[in-house]
Antibody, heavy 119, light 110 residues
Framework: EVQLVESGGGLVQPGGSLRLSCAAS????????MNWVRQAPGKGLEWVSY????????YYADSVKGRFTISRDNAKNSLYLQMNSLRAEDTAVYYC????????????WGQGTLVTVSS | QSVLTQPPSASGTPGQRVTISCSGS????????VYWYQQLPGTAPKLLIY???QRPSGVPDRFSGSKSGTSASLAISGLRSEDEADYYC???????????FGGGTQLTVL
């Protein structure tokens, strides 16, 4: 069974940093691209970033480019999102999601971790 | 403003058939697969349809997807109360090099 468990969310002040982690199990992590997708309270889904299985290809949404960094450790079956210069509009539930066949579109999703940016 | 356009709401009565549309452009729906998700309140999205019209195992055949040109549709037949949820479409956009989602459609079962 595919399992994705996010951690690292919490309350942070504007301008601050946070690192999200995602622990993957139930599939061969090193063979799959991965994504981060977020959802602001009461809003729709917003794709954040994509990383290929070997980390050779990375994409970001314009809204986070230059502030967020996606990375992975295939030896630890883990995905990360380093978030710097956080803004109030980054407040959202952040989902780790497995990529479907390199399409850039998720199939399996974690339960999400809430990031709140507020003073 | 989402790149993919969905109606904000839809409704139907039990047993009825409802469709949800998703409109895009040549750089996303027009040239890539469309995916559909169901999100029940307080839960993570669940994949309903992949590659335009394929159902993952475990998804009832009451759910079906189609695509024509730069638009796609999700159809739900034999509507049930447990289908009440938010539905999202998604596709990769070749021009933007990003994944794009529709704004979501809230389905109400009357």
């Amino acid at each position: 069974e595919v399992q994705l468990v996010e951690s690292g969310g919490g309350l942070v002040q504007p301008g601050g940093s946070l690192r999200l982690s995602c622990a993957a199990s139930g599939f061969t992590f090193s063979s799959y691209s991965m994504n981060w997708v977020r959802q602001a309270p009461g809003k729709g889904l917003e794709w954040v970033s994509y990383i290929s299985s070997s980390s050779s290809t990375i994409y970001y949404a314009d809204s986070v480019k230059g502030r967020f960094t996606i990375s992975r450790d295939n030896a630890k079956n883990s995905l990360y999102l380093q978030m710097n210069s956080l803004r109030a509009e980054d407040t959202a539930v952040y989902y780790c999601a497995r990529d479907h066949g390199g399409s850039g579109i998720p199939d399996y999703w974690g339960q999400g971790t809430l990031v709140t940016v507020s003073s | 403003q989402s790149v993919l356009t969905q109606p904000p709401s839809a409704s139907g009565t039990p047993g009825q058939r409802v469709t949800i549309s998703c409109s895009g452009s040549s750089s996303n729906i027009g040239s890539n697969y469309v995916y559909w998700y169901q999100q029940l309140p307080g839960t993570a999205p669940k994949l309903l349809i992949y590659r335009n019209n394929q159902r993952p195992s475990g998804v009832p055949d009451r759910f079906s997807g189609s695509k024509s040109g730069t638009s796609a549709s999700l159809a739900i037949s034999g509507l049930r109360s447990e289908d009440e949820a938010d539905y999202y479409c998604a596709a990769w956009d070749d021009s933007l090099s990003v994944a794009v989602f529709g704004g979501g459609t809230q389905l109400t079962v009357l």
